[in-house]
């Protein structure tokens, strides 16, 4: 996820889109699981996990990562 992120820095992906471009439509899984990985890259790159500024949620969109 990271890896793609960094690939297409500044850009919003919805939940599902990073779902979808990283597991693929046949994975059967929850898009819930973003939520878990996104919480555990910022654990590791953040400062501040809790207030990030390098893993971006975008409110009522979805998240990206600001180059």
Do not use: C
Not at 52 to 66: A, C, D, F, H, K
Request: proline share 3%; no cysteine; glycine share 6%.
């Amino acid at each position: 996820m990271l890896k793609f992120l960094a690939l297409n820095p500044n850009i919003v992906f919805s939940r599902e889109q990073l779902f979808e471009k990283i597991w693929g439509y046949e994975y059967t899984g929850d898009s819930a699981t973003v939520m878990v990985h996104i919480n555990r890259i910022r654990e590791k790159i953040e400062d501040d996990s809790k207030n990030p500024q390098i893993l971006e949620t975008v409110w009522g969109v979805g998240y990206r990562l600001n180059k």
